[in-house]
C-alpha cells in the first residue's frame, strides 16, 4: 500500500537544488544555538594565556570548524532520517523527503562539510586534528539513537559538548577541564530543549516505534526531565563560572539564562504544545547570544583586548 509520504514523493515536484536548497536542509541560522559557546570557550582560553589579545585568526579557523562540522551533522541527520520523516506529518515536506534536493546532492555537501571541518581542525593545530574524527563519531551516532534509545536526547547533548572543548583546544593545544565544564552546561542544555522538542512527536514516534523521552514515559513526565536537566546545566554554567573565574558580567548571563528557561518552561504545557516552536527557537537563540555577549564583556572588563 502506498503510504501519503511516498505519494508525495513519487510526484513530480519543483527542484531546489543546489547551495540554496542544501542549506535550507541543514538549517544553517541555527549554528546560533552551538556556536557562541566555542566563542565563549574560545575567548576564556585566551585570556587564559595571559597575552590578554584576541587571536582573531584561531577564532576564524573555529568558527570554519564549528560551521563545518554542525553542517555535516544535521546533513548527516536529514540523510539517514529521511524515511522516517516521510511518514511524519510534521516532517514529510523536507528537502529529501520531497525530492526538492537529490539526495546525492546531501551526501555531495556532507562531504564539502567534512573536509571544511577537518582542514580548519588542521589550520588550529596538530591535536584539533587529531581529536577531530573522535568528534565526528557522536554526530553520526545520533540519528540512529533514536531507533533504539530514549536517552537520545543525551547523545546529541554529548555531541554537542564537544564544541566547547574543542574550541579550547584550538587555542591552547592542551585539554583543559574548565572547556569539560562548558561542554557540560551546554551540552545538558541541549538535551533538555530537545526533549521539549520531541514532545511534538510523541504520539506519531510510539506508533513507529521511535524511542524518545515523550514517547516512552509521557510528555509530562519528559517536561519534568527536561525541567531537572536545565537545572543541573545552569549548575555547570555557575560552576564554569567559579572555575575560570568570572565576575558579575557572566553571573547576570547565567541568571538572563535561568529566567529565559523558567520562561520556556512555562510556555510549553503538557496539554499545549502550540508554543514548543518559541521555546525551541526563540528562547534558545535569546540564551546562547545573550549569555555570550556577557561573557564577552566580563572578559573585556578582565583585561581581554580586542
Known amino acids: 500500500m502506498t503510504t501519503p509520504a511516498a505519494t508525495r514523493v513519487a510526484q513530480p515536484v519543483a527542484r531546489r537544488g543546489g547551495v540554496k ?4 536542509l541543514v538549517m544553517i541560522e541555527h549554528s546560533v544555538f552551538a556556536l557562541p559557546f566555542a566563542y565563549i570557550a574560545a575567548l576564556t582560553a585566551m585570556h587564559s594565556l595571559g ?45 529529501l523527503v520531497t525530492g526538492a534536493l537529490p539526495v546525492r546532492t546531501a551526501y555531495a555537501g556532507m562531504a564539502v562539510a567534512l573536509v571544511v571541518f577537518l582542514g580548519a581542525a588542521a589550520a588550529l593545530g596538530r591535536l584539533p586534528l587529531l581529536l577531530a574524527p573522535l568528534a565526528v563519531v557522536p554526530l553520526v551516532v545520533y540519528p540512529y539513537g533514536k531507533r533504539f ?24 593545544d592542551e585539554w583543559s577541564w574548565d572547556a569539560v565544564l562548558l561542554g557540560a552546561a551546554m551540552g545538558l542544555w541541549i538535551a533538555g530543549f530537545d526533549v521539549i522538542y ?41 560552576w564554569f563560572g567559579v572555575a575560570a573565574g ?13 529566567a529565559a528557561l523558567g520562561y520556556e518552561h512555562a510556555i510549553v504545557r503538557p496539554h499545549d504544545l502550540s508554543r514548543v516552536n518559541r521555546a525551541f527557537f526563540t528562547v534558545n537563540g535569546f540564551i546562547g ?17 580586542p
Not at 536548497?21 to 535550507?24: A, N
Not at 543541573?232 to 554554567?237: C, E, N, S, T, W
Not at 547570544?289 to 583586548?305: K, M, N, P, Q, T
Request: aromatic fraction near 12%; include cysteine; proline fraction near 3%.
Open 51 to 95: 597575552d590578554r589579545g584576541v587571536r582573531w585568526l584561531d577564532l576564524l579557523w573555529i568558527t570554519v570548524a564549528m560551521v563545518g562540522a554542525r553542517t555535516f551533522a544535521m546533513a548527516a541527520n536529514r540523510v539517514i532520517d529521511r524515511e522516517l520523516d516521510a511518514r511524519n506529518p510534521r516532517t514529510a515536506q523536507r528537502e
Open 149 to 172: 534509545t530514549w536517552g537520545c536526547h543525551f547523545i546529541l547533548g554529548f555531541a554537542q559538548m564537544i564544541a566547547p572543548i574543542g574550541a579550547w583546544i584550538g587555542v591552547t
Open 246 to 258: 568570572f565576575g558579575p558580567w557572566w553571573w547576570a548571563g547565567v541568571a538572563l539564562t535561568a
Open 21 to 24: 536548497g542544501f542549506l535550507r
Open 198 to 238: 520531541a514532545c511534538q512527536d510523541h504520539e506519531h514516534d510510539r506508533a513507529e516505534g521511535v524511542h524518545s523521552l515523550p514517547a516512552r514515559f509521557g510528555i509530562r513526565a519528559a517536561l519534568h526531565v527536561s525541567t531537572a536537566v536545565h537545572l543541573v546545566a545552569l549548575g555547570f554554567f555557575v
Open 289 to 305: 547570544i545573550g549569555l555570550f555577549v556577557l561573557a564577552l564583556i566580563d572578559l573585556v572588563d578582565r583585561g581581554l583586548r
